[in-house]
């Protein structure tokens, strides 16, 4: 095998979190440092071309690509896991911005006790009130620490919204329920959609607390903390799949990569699909002192190569930063029987359902930008009282304008209409279409002792290396609270005196073809102690001090809000501690 | 209305029909046959009236054709490695072993006439299939054909955009979102080669030689 010219720093992933610590090492430090995304080159020139619900929204063309790499799914244990063929549930972007480009930009933080998330729920309600196999564990760091990079990532991603909480005081028109931040959003609210605002009347009524979703869309020109500037957003509707023809949407494309293209010591290679984490375990008891010295990744040739590298970041999405550890070999793989071992375990997908509501009035609903309307966090985390509920935990619910297409929009009725093709169907459709309207909840999944990640048996991509297993089902509490809420957006969707409404009817087991969110985590956990989790809470790993890990799939559990914003807020975190401690004395941060 | 010549290639007449404009355009994937079959078919599964265009005036036959001809019709973006679970429940997807392409060319064997049926027995027929999954296939590539941007073959005249008050990629809705509150607003369609001013070459088109 070839062995490449040394880097100081080989980054895996070249999507928010790897392009932003490139930009944040590469500005501050002589690093070289090489970025490997195994998608093509994309440019924020090229988006709108592609103003396409075909080629975007349905064939998904920004989408990793499943022929060459995919997962197998399994619900319970004694099951033979069945590959996805096709993406569905959850949609990870593949190229130059990686899922930051086709996201919808939805940035609210998360909940403060979320990064606390056993011992306070403990604190408040005592450990019987904890769902059978849980693996809920603290992160080994509070939000109070990671609010300054929390306002860092909103100033630089650029974000608009209304603060409901400003150094502890609480200002009505925000999110009062939010944990306190330092200062404001530094844009005010994009405009509201027709449906957001009957949703909001009609919440208000009830007595909740609507506020405008945050958003990481310019409301307004911007220029942010770099000295990047944007325009604000037209409401196009083309967002949620597709990269932004106007770059009013925050993407590494358009955030990062104007900084990054100018410096001389940060590479990016597309078309480098990496295979391997070289590694020398460490030969202390502990297995602590192990090394990274490199990856090795097939380039556009075909052809396999070695890197070596004195850091070595992991910065794809949740799933590949989980196989690629174990695929290498690092570290100790959870064991589901035992509870043992950390690899793989407190997978989590953010519990989101929708329903459908139909109104009288056409909605115009071609118009809107991801996550454009209003959300309330009356039942999202420690805001909701559970002493006396079947459940723990929450989530929010929410009304947006996010740009309705017509092939995916198309034939959505109410569900006494039984017909699916045909006259009737097509007359039907046609009178619905613009009526439709979508309230819906992103709620906490509790970790749980049989959701986890680990390799299949059976099926291999196309190198000829085994799949991700995922190992994952719907629990008890998210079944439960499903429940709950359900009957509580029914009340806000009669209020908002809808004709007629499609509840949502429950979960069966876990689906990954209907889409819920890109909202995964877990699987190379944080944690205060070795033998809590894979990576310390600078996301460096435990048993290799030059190896870090980025992204949601160092969260040992999910919030009910969406994970960028703290992904970012921790990547800036662990910058901060690289640049700042351990190019001074490389070793274990603590 | 579509009509076929011997030379397998089939000829439209526009939805506007006292125009009288003949569009001659190369089949890619199906013979004559098929694709007679296929627009009967789609025609009944979105079916169009005086009032209304349906599938026959959007040119989803065309639409259909294209797609099957690229890389949609042999699967390119999905996972393709055995064993095949043909069971396995609804949540894991579609999980045989056929591509699109073969998909339609296996099951229309078995809907040979069709096109020359009544439109009663026609829907009876369709019922009959309705659990297959090429009728899901058929039934989802239709809605495709009806509401694609007009470059990928269907929604001719943007006719499908029409019937919902789709405008189609507009630049801005700024001036728009919060002015029309409980009333339609309907602005004219524009498809992409309009609004970019310039080709623009359909992911279908891969395979051709340019």
Redesign the interface.
């Known amino acids: 095998m070839k062995t490449l010219p040394r880097k100081d720093v080989v980054i895996v992933g070249g999507g928010w979190t790897g392009l932003l610590m490139a930009k944040e090492l590469g500005k501050r430090t002589p690093l070289s440092i090489l970025v490997l995304e195994r998608g093509p080159l994309r440019k924020s020139v090229d988006y ?2 592609g ?5 975007y929204f ?4 920004m989408m990793q ?3 060459k790499e ?1 997962f197998t ?1 399994r619900h319970e244990e004694n099951q033979t896991a ?5 993406l ?1 549930g959850f949609l990870p972007g593949s190229g130059t911005g990686g899922t930051g480009e086709h996201w919808g930009a939805v940035y609210p933080r998360l909940m403060p006790e979320c990064f606390q998330l056993y011992s306070k729920t403990v604190e408040k309600y005592g450990a019987k009130k904890l769902p059978e196999d849980h693996m809920m564990q603290d992160w080994g760091i509070t939000y109070d620490e990671l609010e300054s990079f929390y306002t860092r990532s909103e100033k630089e991603v650029g974000v608009s919204g209304k603060a409901g909480n400003i150094m502890g005081k609480k200002i009505e028109g925000g999110n009062i329920f939010e944990g306190w931040r330092s200062s404001e959003y530094p844009m005010p609210p994009k ?4 449906v957001s ?1 009957l949703f909001e009347t009609a919440a208000q009524s009830l007595g909740y607390h609507t506020y405008p979703n945050p958003s990481a869309i310019n409301s307004v020109p911007y220029t942010n903390s770099e000295g990047i500037s944007r325009p ?7 967002c949620e799949r597709f990269g932004c ?1 106007i770059g009013a949407k925050s993407q590494p494309t358009n955030v990062l990569m104007p900084i990054i293209r100018n410096q001389k010591s940060v590479t990016i290679r597309n078309g480098a699909f990496v295979r391997r984490i070289v590694y020398e375990k460490g030969h202390d008891a502990a297995q602590t002192q192990g090394k990274a010295r490199g990856v090795t990744y097939v380039d556009e040739s075909g052809e396999e190569v070695f890197q070596p590298a004195d850091i070595v970041f992991l910065a794809s999405w949740t799933f590949g930063n989980t196989h690629l550890l174990l695929i290498s070999d690092i570290g100790n793989r959870y064991n589901p029987a035992t509870g043992n071992g950390t690899l793989g375990r407190n997978l989590t997908h953010q519990a989101f359902f929708s329903l459908q509501a139909f109104f009288d ?2 909605l ?1 609903r ?3 930008a991801g996550g454009t309307g209003r959300r309330v966090s009356d039942f999202e985390g420690d805001v909701l009282d559970q002493t006396n509920l079947p459940f723990i935990r929450g989530g929010s619910i929410q009304c947006t304008s996010v740009g309705t ?3 995916a ?3 959505v009725l109410p569900r006494t209409m039984k017909a ?4 009737e169907w ?1 007359k039907a459709s ?1 009178d619905y ?2 009526r439709m309207g979508i309230i819906s909840f992103s709620g906490e999944q509790i970790p749980h002792k049989g959701n986890y990640l680990d390799l299949d048996p ?3 991509d196309h190198l000829g290396d085994p799949l991700l297993r995922m190992n994952m089902n719907w629990r008890d509490n998210e079944k439960k609270m499903a429940e709950y809420m359900n009957k509580k957006i029914l009340e806000i969707v009669h209020a908002m005196s809808a004709k007629e409404v499609n509840p949502f009817p429950g979960y ?6 209907r889409y819920q969110s890109t909202h995964v985590q877990g699987g190379t956990i944080m944690a205060p102690t070795p033998e809590m989790g894979v990576v310390n809470p600078y996301q460096q790993h435990w048993q290799a001090s030059n190896l870090f890990i980025l992204g949601a799939s160092t969260f040992p559990n999910s919030g009910a809000a969406n994970p960028t914003p703290t992904l970012l807020a921790l990547t800036y975190r662990t910058a901060d501690a690289i640049v700042d401690q351990y190019l001074k004395r490389p070793g274990m941060l603590g | 209305m579509l009509v076929y010549s011997l030379d397998r290639r089939a000829s439209r007449i526009f939805a506007q029909e006292k125009s009288n404009q003949t569009l001659k355009i190369p089949l890619r994937f199906f013979t004559e046959e098929e694709a007679l079959i296929v627009a009967a078919a789609a025609a ?4 169009g ?1 005086d009032s ?1 265009p ?1 599938a026959k005036e959007a040119g989803v036959v065309i639409y259909i054709d294209r797609q099957l001809a690229g890389p ?1 019709g042999r ?7 055995g ?1 095949f ?1 043909d069971n ?8 045989g072993k056929a591509t699109p392409a073969e998909t339609y060319r296996e099951g229309l064997k078995g809907l040979k006439g069709f096109d020359k049926l009544s439109t009663a027995e026609q ?1 009876k027929k ?1 019922h009959q299939i309705e659990d297959t999954h090429l009728f899901a296939l058929l ?1 989802q590539n239709t ?2 054909g ?4 007009p ?2 073959g269907g929604n001719v005249d943007m006719v ?2 029409q ?5 189609g ?6 001036d ?3 002015t ?6 309907r602005p004219k369609p524009v498809s ?1 080669e309009q ?2 001013h ?1 080709k ?1 070459r ?2 279908e088109d891969e395979d051709l030689k340019s």
């Open positions: 709108a071309a103003m396409d619900e075909l080629d349905i064939r998904l063309h690509d499943t022929s995919t799914l069945i590959p996805v063929r096709q569905g405009k509201t959609p027709y605002a604000p957003c037209a409401l196009c509707g083309f023809m009035k056409p115009n071609f118009m809107g297409q017509p092939i929009g198309f034939g699916t093709w045909g006259d097509k046609i279409y613009d059976t099926y291999r069966g087991d876990y689906d990954a073809v | 009944r599964i979105f079916p009236d209304s349906g949609y699967d390119r973006y999905r996972y393709k490695q064993p679970n396995a429940p609804r949540e894991f997807g579609y999980q829907d369709l039934r809605i495709e009806m509401f694609c941007d470059v990928h499908g955009w019937l919902v008050g789709f405008p990629p507009r630049m801005s809705n700024f728009d979102m919060d029309h509150y409980g009333e339609a607003f992409l609004i970019t310039r623009v359909p992911s």
